[in-house]
Every structure is written in structure tokens, then in C-alpha cells.
């Protein structure tokens, strides 16, 4: 039953992405499994099983100006301002970020998204879904966006009249 409500959500989300401006399915340099594992690997955790799935089907989203990360090639990896697995090396350089935290849409210096990942799914086969955090640099504070990122698809594209 879960698994029937997860496909018919993301029918839905696909259907909304198709037409969304910022929005496209890639056709050429599609993320491949392999790049997936990669990430998985780096990180030592799983990637979203709603964020694994958009890496498939679309891998671009680009709102209020900025793109939402993804997974570039890795021979481009070093050179894509919206690699998540870079923008993840590069905040761990500056080592100014908390840690718990997997960034994965900065659209402007008032707030940013990203995965909380303090309780890490590790397990291959388990799912894995972590809530969308939204941090407003104004307030200061942290706060749940959305569930997961099917969620945040969700909520985005409302806010934007998708």
C-alpha cells in the first residue's frame, strides 16, 4: 500500500516537473547508479529514496535563480557550482556548517534547504528519507520544510503556482 501512495505521488510530482519552466528531464548525462553509489560512499550514508529518485527522473531544478543541487558527472564534478557531492566537500573545508546537515538548495543569502541527516541511514536496503530543513539567516532558526524531498518538491512547486 505504502509503495502504491509513493509511486502515485510521484506520477503526480512528475507530471508538475514536466511543465515547470525550471524544470527539465535530462536526457543526455542522466545520473547514473554508479554516481549515486559514489556519493553514498563519500558521504557513508544513503541518499533520500525521493531525492535518488528525482536524480533519475529530472537531476535539474532551477528556482528563484539558483539549482537545486544534484550529481554531475564526476570527470565535471569539480566545475558544477550545483554538485551536491562539491557544494558537501566545500562545506566541509570551510568548516563553518553544522554537522547533521546535507545542503542541497542555497537560492539566496536570506535561507537555505538542506537534509537533516543527524540519524544517518547506512543500511543498503532500508528506506531512506530525511526531513527538508529551511534555514532563514534573518530569524536565525531551523525549521522543518517538508518531510522529505518529495515533500519539498511538493511545497516548492505550490509556492511557485506549479
Request: hydrophobic share 35%; no cysteine.
Amino acid at each position: 500500500m505504502f509503495e502504491k501512495r509513493a509511486n502515485e505521488a510521484r506520477e503526480s510530482l512528475s507530471r508538475r516537473l514536466d511543465v515547470f519552466p525550471g524544470s527539465r528531464r535530462r536526457e543526455k548525462d542522466k545520473v547514473e547508479p554508479p554516481w549515486i553509489a559514489e556519493a553514498e560512499r563519500e558521504l557513508g550514508y544513503r541518499l533520500p529514496d525521493s531525492y535518488v529518485w528525482w536524480l533519475k527522473e529530472f537531476g535539474a531544478l532551477r528556482l528563484y535563480g539558483s539549482e537545486v543541487y544534484t550529481l554531475a558527472p564526476p570527470e565535471y564534478r569539480e566545475l558544477a557550482s550545483d554538485d551536491l557531492l562539491y557544494n558537501h566537500r566545500l562545506n566541509l573545508e570551510d568548516d563553518w556548517r553544522p554537522e547533521g546537515r546535507l545542503y542541497l538548495f542555497v537560492p539566496d543569502t536570506d535561507e537555505e534547504f538542506f537534509f537533516d541527516v543527524s540519524e544517518p541511514v547506512r543500511e543498503p536496503d532500508a528506506p531512506a528519507e530525511y526531513p527538508v530543513m529551511r534555514f532563514d539567516h534573518l530569524g536565525g532558526d531551523a525549521e522543518v520544510y517538508a518531510d522529505d524531498f518529495a515533500g519539498f518538491l511538493d511545497r516548492i512547486l505550490t509556492e511557485n503556482n506549479a
